[in-house]
């Protein structure tokens, strides 16, 4: 007497049940249900393939994709339901359903030549696809607000520190288009991911090919992919494409939450640069006049949640064997919260810098004469003394201003004599912000010509890849 058949995929060859907790253990359909549209998509692809090559009746594909179209139809308006234990990921849930829907005679057609294997991978390819275009669209936006930012607050001067430590003096637009510098490089990176991403796997079955020749071309074409991946032993077993997402992702929030550390700082009642919108902030459920900067402060958290993505998918793939193993189903969850993650703090981050508030005159009453000790000894660089000689005397100008207990620019014109005697009467005008910011007007430097030219940098980054 036969056996009644196993509700698996898989369940042919076996003789005994999965343990229940083996079941649950097994199963992905709860977090890879992310990919129903995607693995739709596949599926019409590869059936239109297979009935160019004989394996389908055109009669048995237009059930297909009629089919097809009543399953999609029911996840997008949330009646699809999900069958526990039945139901093992987003491939068997979509197949079982469809042939609910059109018979399993025909259904049963469908995955003739194709394994999950190859599946799987087409699916997230294309999920992720379509995520990368929106983050990339949330990154430009990021930057349209940091340039129109630094555009608009030219004027204001802050104190630019080293090791936290005021050193000289900069354009707070100066500061905002650091970040731009990274943002920008994080864009071209972005960019260029999508380009591997964008490879089609189907077509490459378990592990060693199609036997019914496929046109693999033609799918990927259907899917909108640039072109294939050539090994099927790499198409199926390939996850670089996720550890390089979760590796930019990274490489994104080190930058925002390096960002988010400054703004917080610059927020605090000792600095005061900046003032956070209430949107932006809560308080506290004790002391009343809190205002605290949670947005950057989860900003800044969620870095360490994306690395430890991105360092356990790593652990995770770097020693299994070659072609598809099971420890690669590891690699769908962290990609999923990763691309949330990502998203929602480039939305965030947008939204805390377009309606921020600075406080020039703050940001004024924090620089220091000593701040332009390096412009005192530039003043005598221009006189022909070596700079490792005005180093020294600037030096000791900044030692008399300490032992006099007064600012640099209180000292008299005889005490700086005292220390060198090429001071000149114009040496008092070294004393000035902007002149300090201005005479920084190399490539790259503060000074407001400088600054316009970054800005136009990054506009221009931003017309380059959309």
């Not at 057609?109 to 997230?124: C, E, F, P």
């Not at 490459?204 to 294939?228: M, S």
């Not at 199926?236 to 929030?253: H, K, N």
């Not at 620089?367 to 700079?387: C, E, I, N, Q, S």
């Amino acid at each position: 007497m036969a056996k009644q058949p196993s509700q698996q995929l898989w369940g042919g060859r076996f003789t005994g049940t999965l343990d229940p907790i083996m079941t649950q253990y097994n199963e992905s359909i709860y977090f890879d249900r992310a990919f129903y549209s995607q693995d739709i998509r596949g599926s019409i692809a590869y059936a239109r393939a297979n009935t160019k090559n004989g394996i389908l009746t055109q009669q048995e594909f237009a059930e297909i994709e009629r089919g097809f179209s009543i399953v999609l139809k029911e996840w997008e308006e949330g009646r699809f339901e999900i069958k526990p234990g039945v139901d093992e990921d987003i491939h068997t849930a979509n197949e079982r359903r469809l042939g609910e829907v059109i018979g399993k005679d025909i259904a049963g057609k469908l995955h003739t030549g194709r394994s999950r294997n190859d599946q799987v991978a087409t699916d997230m390819r294309l999920w992720l696809r379509d995520q990368l275009d929106t983050l990339e669209g949330y990154l430009v936006d990021l930057l349209k607000v940091i340039a129109a930012r630094a555009e608009k607050d030219i004027e204001a001067v802050m104190p630019g520190y080293t090791h936290l430590q005021r050193a000289q003096p900069i354009r707070w637009s100066h500061w905002m288009l650091m970040y731009a510098s990274f943002f920008t490089s994080d864009l071209a990176r972005i960019r260029e991911l999508k380009t591997r991403v964008n490879k089609c796997p189907l077509g490459c079955g378990a592990l060693a090919g199609n036997p019914f020749n496929v046109d693999r071309d033609a799918i990927a074409k259907e899917l909108g992919f640039d072109g294939l991946i050539m090994n099927s032993l790499a198409g199926v077993g390939d996850r670089d494409f996720v550890v390089e997402t979760l590796q930019w992702g990274s490489t994104l929030m080190m930058h925002m939450s390096r960002w988010a550390e400054d703004l917080i700082i610059y927020s605090s009642g000792e600095f005061s640069f900046v003032k956070l919108a209430d949107a932006y902030s809560t308080g506290s459920s004790l002391m009343p006049q809190k205002k605290n900067p949670d947005s950057l402060e989860l900003l800044r958290g969620k870095s360490g949640r994306v690395f430890g993505q991105m360092a356990g998918l790593m652990m995770s793939v770097k020693g299994i064997p070659s072609t598809y193993n099971k420890d690669l189903q590891e690699s769908v969850e962290p990609l999923l919260d990763h691309i949330k993650t990502v998203g929602d703090s480039l939305q965030i981050a947008t939204g805390v810098l377009s309606t921020l508030a600075i406080q020039p005159e703050n940001m004024l009453k924090s620089l220091t004469p000593d701040m332009l000790a390096t412009d005192l000894a530039d003043y005598l660089v221009r006189k022909g003394v070596p700079f490792r000689e005005t180093h020294h005397i600037s030096g000791q100008v900044v030692a008399l201003a300490e032992k006099e207990n007064k600012p640099m620019d209180q000292l008299s014109f005889q005490q700086l004599q005292s220390v060198d005697q090429r001071f000149e009467q114009n040496v008092m005008e070294v004393f000035d912000y902007q002149k300090s910011v201005e005479m920084r007007s190399a490539k790259g430097g503060t000074s407001r010509s400088a600054v316009m030219e970054q800005i136009e940098a990054v506009k221009k980054a931003l017309a380059g890849g959309r």
